[in-house]
């Protein structure tokens, strides 16, 4: 019998709105300066995505899905959410740096 698990992945385009707001920890030492693409990736992990886009993020349990990666692109972040660690096929994945580099071998 096969297992079935839930999983989703998020794209979050950087010259956005939403990618735009300053998304600063109340305890962030002081220091140099931090991208902003760095400041956004750890907002992230943090879970700014269920409580800003609530949404678009699936519930498991009244629980968000764990975040289990974070990809930077050049115009965007990939996330992959998921109950288990588990990568989709090059074929279903939304990640366009993966699609794009399998759609060629069709």
């Not at 400041?39 to 699936?58: F, R």
């Not at 992959?80 to 993966?98: Q, V």
Request: charged share 25%.
């Amino acid at each position: 019998m096969e297992a079935f698990f839930t999983s989703q992945e998020i794209l979050v385009v950087i010259n956005t709105k939403f990618a735009a707001e300053e998304y600063q920890p109340k305890d962030e030492e002081k220091g140099p300066p931090r991208p902003h693409i760095e400041k956004l990736t750890e907002a992230c992990w943090n879970g700014i995505l269920s409580e800003k886009l609530p949404e678009i993020c699936i519930r498991v349990n009244r629980r968000p899905l764990p975040i289990w990666e974070v990809g930077e692109g050049e115009h965007l972040l990939y996330m992959k959410l998921g109950e288990m660690d588990a990568s989709p096929d090059a074929e279903y994945t939304i990640n366009p740096y993966r699609f794009a580099a399998n759609h060629n071998l069709n």
